[in-house]
């Protein structure tokens, strides 16, 4: 039978052992230096990066229900592998998303550009648009020219194409009998 004393002395160490039982995955990295997250939402899209203020405020309203499947982002790179939230923080509630002491704050600056901007008349170039009348009437549109995607298969294809217009060109002139015979 155990003395008084010595069953004072376990029950403290019980709650430590647990304390000391969680183990956040190492390929995680150190998610309190962690500026911006990535996340998954219901769908299973990756969504972000997110500044780790947001993703706080977003935890803290609710709206990281569950156990939500994020990543840390620490140099602006696009993660591979996703943790429940309960695997990287042991008290979410106080931890997650919470940057160390010394940890600057990240701003991430959102870029929107309107589709159409009406305008009746030309008032100068805009940067990234076209002054043109098209499907929503005269004014400037988005000007989004596709990227020219040039390869050494696509110039022997485009060679091929001429090659064959040329013999066509050719049979169709010798039939008329204006080609070199």
Partial sequence: ??????????????????????TR?????????AQLWYYQDSAGQEQGPQPA???????????????VNVAASYYGEVPFTFWPISELWQ????????????????????????????CSVFS?????????NDEWGVGYYLDNPPAIQVNAQLLEAEKEIIKQKMVR????????????S
Avoid at 1 to 22: Q, T, V, W
């Fill in 1 to 22: 039978m155990k003395r008084p004393l010595e069953e004072d002395a376990a029950a403290p160490a019980a709650p430590a052992a647990a304390a000391s039982a969680f």
């Fill in 25 to 33: 995955p190492e390929e995680a990295g150190a998610v309190e230096t």
């Fill in 53 to 67: 203020e947001g993703m706080r405020q977003w935890y803290n309203a609710g709206y990281f229900a569950g156990d």
């Fill in 91 to 118: 008290n979410p509630t106080t931890e997650a998303f919470v940057l160390a002491e010394g940890v600057g704050v990240v701003e991430v600056a959102v870029h929107h550009q309107e589709e159409f901007q009406p």
């Fill in 124 to 132: 100068g170039a805009r940067e990234g648009y076209a002054f043109k």
């Fill in 169 to 180: 060109l050719n049979a169709a002139q010798h039939m008329k009998g204006e080609g070199p």
